[in-house]
C-alpha cells in the first residue's frame, strides 16, 4: 500500500506512519517511537488475541491497560450496544432517566460488598473514567463535611504511599509514585501519605500479614497526628497496581476500616483496577469481609468495551446534600454520565459473570496461572513473584536481591517488552516489574505460551 507520496509500505508500516504523524500517545515518551519503542498496529481483536493487519495475533497479558474482562470483540456485549444504539444513544442525565442507568445502579448495589452491623452502600454515581471517579469521591467527602458545618479544618486526604488513583489533579493528589506527580506537585492539594502495607517490606521472617499490620498501626498513629483534619483514606484494596503490582494482606482492609470509624472519617476504596473478579472475589474488598464508604470502579465495568465509571456511596453520605439550597447539592457532572451504550455494556458484562461462571472460572485459571509462575521463582534475577487472584507479578532485581534494582539505565523492563512483543505476547512493564493481567477468557494453550515467552524475555533482559 502507497503511503501517500512515500515508499509502498505494508499496511502495518502504512499505519505506523500515519499515527506517527498525527497521534500523541499516553503515557509515553514520544521521542522513543518508532525505534526504542516499537508500535503496534492492531486491526482488530479476538478474545484474548490482537490481530495485526497482516493476520498476526499477539497475546494481550494485559488485557488492554486492564480493562478487558471477557476478551475482545466478546458478541454478547457487542450485541448489547447495537440494540441499545438502536433505541437511546445518550440523554442528559441532570432532570433526565433512562432504563440502562437504573438497572445498572441496581445491580452495583445488589453487588457491593457488605460489612455486618453496617448499612449498605445505596446511591450511585456515574462518571466517564477511573480518575473522574475519585475526583467524586473526593469531592463528595470534602463537601460532605463542609456541609455539616461544625468542621471546618477537615480539608485533607490520607492515601498510601506508592498508591494511584489517576492523573487528575485531585486523583493525582493522592498518588504517591513520583513519575506521575513530581512535575505537578505546585499543583496538587495537600495530602497526608500513611506507610504502605506492601509485603514486600516485610522484615526477614516476617509474614505478609504482620506487616500489614505494623502499617496499620502506622496509620493509626498519623491519624491521631492530624486528628480533625482528614476527611477521608483512599486506598487500593489488596493490590497497588501501578505501583509495581504491589499486594497487601487483608487485614490492613480491617484495620482501616475500624480507624476510619475510630476518626469518624470516610473510607475510600479504590477498586477501578482491582475489581469485577480480578482478585479472585468480584471485589477486593470482600476478601477482608469490609464495606467502604464510597466505592469507585472503573475499567472493568463495562468489560472493557467503553468508558464509564461509578462510585457508590452510603445513605448518609446521600442524605448530607439534601437541602434547599443548590450550593449544598451535589453539582458535579459529566456531558456523558450514565451514558446509556456503556451502561448497556456493564449490563451484559455482570450478565456473562452469571451465564459462565465467571468468579469459579477464574479461581481455576489462577491456580494454572501459579502453576506456570512458580518455576520462574528460581530465576537468578527474580527477587519475587506474587499473585492475588488473576494478578501475577515478577519483580526483577540484579542477582535476585531486593536490594539490588537494575541499573534504570539497563532498561531490562523495556528490553523484557521488545523480546516478548517480537515473540506474539503484550508483556507491558511497570519499571522492572513484569505482569500477567490477561482476560478472564485466556486458555491453557495461551497461559503456555505467556509462560514461556515471559520466561526467556527475562532471560533475554536480564543476560
Not at 24 to 33: A, V
Not at 222 to 238: F, M, N, Q, R, T
Request: proline share 6%; charged share 20%; glycine share 8%.
Amino acid at each position: 500500500m502507497s503511503n501517500h507520496d512515500g515508499p509502498i509500505l505494508d499496511e502495518a508500516d502504512h499505519w505506523r506512519s500515519r499515527d506517527l504523524a498525527v497521534l500523541w500517545h499516553p503515557c509515553t515518551q514520544m521521542r522513543e517511537h518508532p525505534d526504542v519503542l516499537p508500535l503496534l498496529p492492531v486491526a482488530r481483536g479476538d478474545g484474548a488475541w490482537l490481530v495485526g493487519h497482516d493476520g498476526s495475533r499477539t497475546l494481550d497479558a494485559v488485557s488492554s491497560w486492564w480493562v478487558n474482562l471477557h476478551g475482545h470483540a466478546e458478541p454478547r456485549i457487542a450485541a448489547a450496544i447495537a440494540r441499545q444504539a438502536g433505541t437511546l444513544e445518550q440523554v442528559i442525565l441532570a432532570g433526565c432517566s433512562h432504563p440502562p442507568a437504573v438497572e445498572l445502579a441496581e445491580r452495583l448495589l445488589a453487588l457491593a460488598p457488605r460489612q455486618a452491623g453496617r448499612e449498605p452502600l445505596a446511591r450511585v454515581f456515574y462518571a466517564d473514567n477511573g480518575s473522574a471517579g475519585i475526583e467524586v469521591a473526593l469531592k463528595m467527602a470534602f463537601h460532605w463535611f463542609r456541609n455539616r458545618g461544625d468542621e471546618p479544618r477537615r480539608t485533607k486526604f490520607v492515601a498510601l504511599q506508592n498508591g494511584y488513583h489517576g492523573e487528575t489533579i485531585g486523583a493525582l493528589s493522592v498518588g504517591d509514585i513520583p513519575l506521575y506527580r513530581r512535575i505537578y506537585a505546585p499543583l496538587l492539594l495537600e495530602s497526608v501519605f500513611a506507610p504502605s502495607p506492601d509485603a514486600w517490606f516485610a522484615r526477614e521472617g516476617q509474614g505478609a500479614q504482620a506487616c500489614a499490620e505494623d502499617a496499620a498501626d502506622a496509620l493509626a498513629h498519623l491519624l491521631d497526628e492530624h486528628a480533625g483534619e482528614i476527611c477521608a483514606l483512599v486506598l487500593e484494596p489488596l493490590v497497588q497496581c501501578a505501583g509495581g503490582m504491589r499486594m497487601h494482606h487483608p487485614a490492613y482492609l480491617r484495620r482501616a476500616r475500624e480507624l476510619c470509624d475510630v476518626h469518624g472519617i470516610f473510607m475510600i476504596a479504590d477498586e477501578i483496577a482491582v475489581g469485577f473478579g480480578r482478585t479472585g472475589t468480584m471485589f477486593a474488598c470482600e476478601q477482608a469481609g469490609v464495606m467502604p464508604d464510597l466505592l469507585c470502579l472503573s475499567k472493568g465495568l463495562t468489560g472493557g468495551f467503553l468508558p464509564l465509571a461509578a462510585v457508590l456511596c452510603t445513605q448518609a453520605i446521600y442524605e448530607g446534600f439534601l437541602d434547599d439550597s443548590r450550593e449544598r447539592a451535589f453539582l458535579h457532572s459529566h456531558s456523558y454520565t450514565g451514558n446509556p451504550l456503556a451502561c448497556a455494556a456493564a449490563l451484559a458484562s455482570l450478565d456473562i459473570f452469571d451465564a459462565d461462571g465467571v468468579l469459579d472460572r477464574n479461581r481455576r485459571t489462577a491456580a494454572r496461572m501459579a502453576e506456570l509462575a512458580s518455576p520462574l521463582a528460581a530465576h537468578p534475577h527474580v527477587a519475587d513473584v506474587r499473585q492475588t487472584g488473576m494478578i501475577l507479578a515478577f519483580e526483577l532485581c540484579e542477582g535476585g536481591r531486593r536490594d539490588r534494582p537494575f541499573d534504570p539505565t539497563r532498561r531490562v523492563g523495556l528490553h523484557a517488552y521488545r523480546h516478548a512483543l517480537e515473540r506474539g505476547v503484550l508483556l507491558r512493564p511497570l519499571g522492572d516489574v513484569l505482569y500477567w493481567m490477561p482476560p478472564y477468557c485466556i486458555d491453557d494453550a495461551q497461559l503456555d505460551l505467556l509462560a514461556d515467552v515471559t520466561r526467556s524475555a527475562i532471560e533475554a533482559a536480564t543476560a
